[in-house]
């Protein structure tokens, strides 16, 4: 893996509007993505009810659990059928195998994916050994 990490990001709708609005079912799907992917959780999900702007009534969820690879976040918007997830990992992992997790926790019907490679220049381990090597 020439990056630092993959940043996973999906935008899906036509989802089941009663597991947008449950937090129980964002925190599980946080809480059981971590191992399905071969990750290690630093703390529990942390998942809370918001109305904001977009809200016709019924309360979106918003959460995270952090990883020692990084995060992964959800974002849902009920009244608008729609809900915001990524996955940012300095370890390399299955996106596919996420992705389906993802999509199909919720029933989305329609999608839309990201993989970003981040930190391309990072400085690695690697390089900065050679570097040290080279000064010597």
């Given amino acids: 893996m020439s990056e630092f990490g993959l940043h996973v990001t999906i935008d899906a709708s036509e989802c089941d509007k009663r597991k947008l609005a449950s937090q129980s079912v964002v925190y599980d799907v946080l809480n059981n993505l971590p191992t399905k992917i071969g990750m290690s959780k630093m703390t529990l999900p942390y998942v809370c009810k918001w109305l904001d702007k977009f809200s016709d009534g019924t309360a979106g ?5 952090m990883i020692a690879e990084s995060h992964i976040s959800i974002h849902t918007f009920p009244d608008q059928d729609y809900i915001f997830m990524d996955i940012f990992s300095c370890r390399e992992f299955d996106t596919k ?5 993802l999509v199909g926790a919720f029933g989305a019907k329609k999608f839309k994916t990201n993989i970003l490679k981040r930190g391309l220049d990072f400085p690695s381990k690697t390089n900065k050994q050679q570097g040290i090597l080279l000064t010597h």
Avoid: L, P, R
């Fill in 61 to 65: 969820m918003s959460g995270v659990v």
């Fill in 97 to 101: 195998n996420a992705i389906k997790y």
